[in-house]
């Protein structure tokens, strides 16, 4: 089984920076993708950040130019550097693991973590 385990979240002033990591653990050959989602409280669950295993990354738009995204292929770690916080950032985020291949030629399942709180408040 692969687990994705969660760690970095807590509460921050605005203006604020938090750093949030996510570690793959169990038999795994290659992971395509991994990412950082975040749920607020009635919304729906989007896209923070994401990162290919050749480096390839894609942000959602309300963070761009605030967080960044990183990843150590073999460690099958990533990372979420958020900075310049703002209460609309406040949510649960879930880190997300896409296409993880457990041998070479088998097919690809997606993971996701337990989820970690992130607070913005002053």
């Known amino acids: 089984q692969v687990q994705l385990v969660e760690s970095g979240g807590g509460l921050v002033q605005p203006g604020g920076s938090l750093r949030l990591s996510c570690a793959a653990s169990g038999t795994i050959f290659d992971i395509y993708a991994m990412g950082w989602y975040r749920q607020g409280p009635g919304k729906p669950r989007e896209l923070v950040a994401r990162i290919t295993s050749g480096g390839f990354t894609d942000y959602g738009d309300s963070v761009k130019g605030r967080f960044t995204i990183s990843r150590d292929n073999l460690k099958n770690t990533v990372y979420l550097e958020m900075n310049s916080l703002k209460p609309e950032d406040t949510a649960v985020y879930y880190c997300?693991?896409?296409?993880?291949?457990?041998?070479?030629?088998?097919?690809?399942?997606?993971?996701w973590g337990q989820g970690t709180q992130v607070t913005i408040s002053s």
């Open positions: 997300n693991a896409e296409k993880v291949k457990r041998e070479i030629g088998s097919a690809g399942y997606d993971y």
